[in-house]
T-cell receptor
């Protein structure tokens, strides 16, 4: 069966520090991978999605970047965090076809102080 | 561009009563529609989806949703609400791959908080 791992669960970082959140998927090949941010427990903002290794689509210009160094690994990064980067970050994967549902990791609560 | 609207920030319903959470969408071509539920500080859990076929889709935990192409809606329903159904519900839309040029974007609404009271 497929599983998705996202870590860490919580993170407190000072303003200006770097960020690296990692997401890995097991039990499937060539997944589509997504990073979402949820602010204040409400709407999901799509940050990045990837259809293959090294292929990243950015939805919103911001202080973050994403990389996909391996087929089932998706990394969210920042060189210098801002206060506004605080939020709940969710990684998800889905199959190649648009008709398949997405499966989510448990999320990372990031607080920038 | 594809989009989803959930017009109600919160829906309150008494336990045992039917519930409806509204969703409308905008997308090129035939839509793929999804409902998810989120409990506090957790990831989203898949409830049900509409791809094609019967307009009434049944999913997990007694939930169902009705696809209405003319009204571009996909409302979530349950005949009898439980207190344990209280959570944040999200509607999402995707497009057939051929129309996305190889991308596979999944767009969510802003969520509706469902509160079921005794």
């Amino acid at each position: 069966s497929q599983t998705i791992h996202q870590w860490p669960a919580t993170l407190v970082q000072p303003v200006g520090s770097p960020l690296s959140l990692e997401c890995t998927v097991e039990g499937t090949s060539n997944p589509n991978l997504y990073w979402y941010r949820q602010a204040a427990g409400r709407g999901l903002q799509l940050l990045f999605y990837s259809v293959g290794i090294g292929q990243i689509s950015s939805e919103v210009p911001q202080n973050l970047s994403a990389s996909r160094p391996q087929d089932r690994q998706f990394i969210l990064s920042s060189k210098k965090l801002l206060l506004s980067d605080s939020g709940f970050y969710l990684c998800a994967w889905r199959g190649y076809l648009g008709s398949t549902e997405a499966f989510f990791g448990q999320g990372t609560r990031l607080t920038v102080v | 561009a594809q989009s989803v609207a959930q017009p109600e920030d919160q829906v309150n319903v008494a336990e045992g009563n039917p519930l409806t959470v509204k969703c409308t969408y905008s997308v090129s071509g035939n839509p793929y529609l999804f409902w998810y539920v989120q409990y506090p500080n957790r990831g989203l859990q898949f409830l049900l989806k509409y791809i094609t076929g019967d307009n009434l889709v049944k999913g997990s935990y007694g939930f169902e949703a009705e696809f209405n192409k003319s009204q571009t809606s996909f409302h979530l329903k349950k005949p009898s609400a439980l207190v344990s159904d209280s959570a944040l519900y999200f509607c999402a839309v995707s497009s057939p791959l051929i129309l996305t040029g190889g991308g596979n974007k999944l767009t969510f609404g802003t969520g509706t908080q469902l509160k079921v009271e005794l």
